[in-house]
């Protein structure tokens, strides 16, 4: 086979504090004999390092041409420089903020030297501020695409991102198509919709190979700028381009113009993108843009969108802004509305799918306020647990006359949750029902911000973990960590709350730092610890029996945090390694973070005496269960030094982990426990026993001194009686 030469344009403007780890991801490629690889970087005059870092770069690695501009050029006149100067026989555009994953320009060289087709749709992975990430959702819209395919045979294409950075395209093809990178905001739909219909060969790789940046400080779709409107611009582009192609099937054509009405309204309707004064012009420039190229045989869509579309065609603005609190819509929604608040389940579905979830949920907050409903939920709708839960199983006991309702996203989740709980599933009618007129919201994370405080509500904000890790605002001058987090978007949410849950004198400090607002703290312990203060020896020995483990092991719980740093989970330690050197009568319980909870794991189950645990429903009965806890920087120390058992602290990236994530305090001068850094040294002390010995209950008492004061059991009681109306004795 021979090798591909495939040309990387990496387009830079202010991004020295990413710029790094894309330009590590890119250049890591070693396989010289399946791709030769051209890295065009054009420093667009960034006003910050970054033209220093590439030049620093290019030193050191031959195949990396950096070219810098005298002025800037924006992103698209950025990347039709690094076209320009492209000579590979495939390109792929990369924006600078993202990165690679391993082994990508392999995986991607090896399909298009297979398949040599015009344009590869790479699948990708979203990253989110906190860390986590997403696989690319819409892959299931080409699901079963053959090897090669046009755009006629898989049109769901058109509704999959429309972004250059997933796209590696042939060269001449490109060049051939007489289409350029607009100017301004929206600039790469100008080539890609041009891209999709031209293609006779489209190739879909089904591997998350990039790594795409959501809501970074100062990307466009977080930013207010009258440059929305750029967005015409590029349509009139992508319509000039069709005209120039008569064979284009007018099924195509119809499709790419629902695809762009589509996104002007969807500009036009996202908080925070058109400034106010501009909206009007924004509207009148789509309407415009409607009738201009509105194809042959176009039929609007059905249900709200269907009416959106109709406004918009009629240039009908003042119509159009009435459209969201439904004082004019077409007298068929009303009729639909109305039947789905007064007409049941049934008649509440179809005015979801006909009014949109939105108006239902306008229409809801219209009627009183239940002063008798809570709506309860935990790590965005996951299921039952944490502070929520103990919360609400103690305002079932003290405040009986107020109903709880729990919020799920799932009906798998829904089965899993404790007999007799009621509940809600996700964007559902009752959901949008229960947040519309509850008078309590009860979350260790914030509900979604389309659900709007409702003036007189009262939502309490619990948290799930005493703060190591520097959070919220702290995270400004952690561009690593915190850099893509819309910090404007949390004080809103914080805005919100009207209790902050504390579970102790550090976090009611720390939790004032990075989430300034006007909340009331309780300073009241964690509710969900209050099972750990009352819970007697039989409690883990049954925990014990659930999980298979033998009588008379010592059990090792190891719970590590996730690394801002890893996409997925690395392990940092080698558990069959570590189980092997324990021997058998040690049993290791293994739970990674939730973030990663969904599987793709090597934890070396199976190997010794391992157990994966990462899906057991409540961490509580895992510390019930453990001897000895082995955490890094998780917030389970905290919880787990309640039950005054030995914890181990395994750190061997502290000093990498201080300068990506930050701390509040310095862990390795105030530890729960033994600080270990080495595998061989933690081995060494939960096997002679010194992890349980007098210096580290003295380390150990120190902690609990200082975290734990409010933890008595009864934590939950207090936020009950200061939340909740509680029944007389």
Request: glycine share 8%; with cysteine; net charge negative.
């Amino acid at each position: 086979m021979n090798a591909v030469e495939l040309s990387i344009v990496l387009p830079v403007y202010g991004v020295a504090d990413y710029l790094p780890r894309c330009l590590d991801s890119v250049l890591a490629a070693d396989a010289p004999e399946r791709v030769r690889l051209q890295v065009v970087a054009v420093d667009d005059a960034s006003p910050d390092g970054s033209g220093a870092i590439l030049d620093e770069y290019a030193a050191r690695d031959p195949r990396l041409t950096v070219l810098h501009l005298a002025e800037n050029r924006g992103l698209g006149g950025a990347r039709e420089a690094g076209l320009a100067a492209a000579t590979g026989g495939y390109v792929w555009f990369v924006d600078s903020d993202d990165w690679l994953a391993d082994g990508a320009v392999e995986a991607v060289a090896e399909r298009l030297a297979a398949v040599r087709p015009d344009v590869l749709i790479t699948g990708f992975a979203r990253v989110y501020p906190d860390g986590s990430t997403e696989p690319d959702t819409w892959r299931r819209l080409i699901e079963g695409v053959p090897e090669a395919f046009t755009l006629a045979e898989r049109p769901g294409l058109l509704q999959m991102i429309l972004s250059a950075w997933n796209k590696v395209v042939r060269r001449e093809f490109l060049l051939g198509l007489g289409v350029r990178f607009g100017d301004g905001y929206y600039e790469d739909i100008s080539v890609t919709y041009p891209l999709l219909v031209a293609a006779e060969r489209l190739s879909y790789l089904d591997q998350d190979v990039y790594f795409y940046r959501r809501q970074r400080e100062g990307a466009i779709t977080n930013t207010a700028s009258a440059r929305h409107a750029d967005a015409f611009a590029q349509y009139d582009a992508v319509f000039a381009f069709l005209n120039r192609r008569p064979q284009t099937p007018e099924a195509l054509r119809r499709l790419v113009f629902d695809r762009t009405v589509k996104q002007a309204v969807t500009i036009l309707d996202s908080p925070g993108l058109v400034p106010e004064e501009l909206r009007g012009d924004f509207f009148h420039r789509a309407s415009d843009h409607f009738r201009r190229h509105r194809p042959a045989g176009y039929a609007h869509p059905g249900g709200l969108r269907g009416v959106q579309y109709r406004l918009v065609e009629r240039d009908a603005w003042g119509a159009y802004q009435q459209l969201r609190p439904l004082q004019a819509l077409p007298r068929t929604v009303k009729r639909a509305l109305r039947q789905g608040l007064d007409g049941g389940r049934r008649g509440a579905r179809k005015a979801v799918r006909g009014a949109g979830r939105r108006g239902l949920y306008e229409a809801y907050r219209r009627r009183p306020m239940d002063e008798e409903l809570a709506v309860y939920a935990a790590y965005w709708y996951r299921g039952y647990a944490c502070n929520p839960a103990a919360i609400y199983e103690k305002a079932r006991e003290l405040a009986p006359g107020v109903r709880g309702v729990w919020v799920v996203e799932t009906r798998a989740q829904a089965a899993a949750l404790p007999p007799g709980v009621p509940y809600v599933i996700a964007n559902t009618p009752g959901y949008l029902k229960a947040m519309a007129t509850a008078k309590y919201l009860v979350n260790n994370v914030n509900f979604p911000h389309t659900m709007t405080k409702r003036p007189g509500s009262v939502h309490v904000q619990t948290q799930h973990g005493t703060p190591l890790k520097l959070l919220g605002l702290d995270l400004r001058e952690r561009p690593e960590a915190g850099g893509d987090m819309d910090f404007e978007r949390m004080l809103e949410h914080v805005a919100r709350w009207d209790y902050l849950v504390s579970p102790n004198p550090h976090s009611t400090e720390a939790f004032g730092s990075a989430y300034p607002g006007r909340y009331r703290v309780l300073e009241t312990g964690y509710p969900r610890n209050d099972r750990l203060a009352q819970a007697g020896p039989e409690q883990g020995a049954a925990v014990r029996e659930s999980l298979g483990v033998p009588e008379g092991q010592t059990v090792v719980l190891y719970a590590p945090t996730h690394r801002e740093q890893h996409a997925g989970y690395v392990p940092a330690l080698d558990l069959a390694a570590l189980a092997q050197a324990l021997g058998p009568q040690f049993t290791l319980l293994v739970r990674t973070h939730y973030f990663y909870a969904d599987g793709g794991r090597d934890l070396g189950a199976g190997a010794g005496q391992v157990i994966d645990v990462s899906a057991h429903p409540a961490v509580e009965d895992l510390y019930l269960a453990a001897d000895v806890l082995v955490t890094d920087y998780s917030s389970s120390m905290f919880d787990y030094a309640v039950l005054d058992r030995p914890v181990v602290v395994f750190a061997p990236d502290w000093a990498e982990y201080q300068r990506i994530r930050g701390v509040y305090f310095d862990l390795r001068a105030e530890p729960p426990g033994l600080f270990t850094t080495e595998p061989e040294e933690l081995a060494r002390v939960l096997a002679d026993g010194s992890a349980a010995g007098p210096e580290a209950a003295e380390l150990r008492a120190a902690f609990r001194k200082r975290f734990c004061p409010w933890d008595d059991g009864h934590a939950a009681e207090r936020v009950v009686r200061e939340v909740f109306p509680v029944a007389r004795d």
